[in-house]
């Protein structure tokens, strides 16, 4: 006997809460739902646009490649304050201007 559509949507769910998977809530102004709708297309030409959850969810495992090699190289790097290796989080000379721990940050935010 074949699943109905309800049980298999019910199969789905057990399967990806079952991996960890889990539904998360954006909010996106229109502009950004304009940009998402025109780049999951623009990035396939002639192919199946991008589904949007599935374009979000690459973002974020670019994003994370750069942020890991990001991190691989600031960590070459030293506080010139305290000499502790970067990123530094918490320092006791944070207050001064010469440590990393004040604006260091600014080398590590998201930028456009
Ligand atoms: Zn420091």
Redesign the pocket.
Known sequence: MSMSAAERKAAQRARQAAAGEQKLELVLDSQELAMLAHNCAARRPGREPYDAAEYIALLIRQDDARVRSRFRVISKRK??????RLP?RD?P??G?A????NRGWHETKLTL
């Open positions: 506080c010139g304050k305290c000499g502790d530094v320092c000379c944070k001064e010469a440590c990393w721990a």
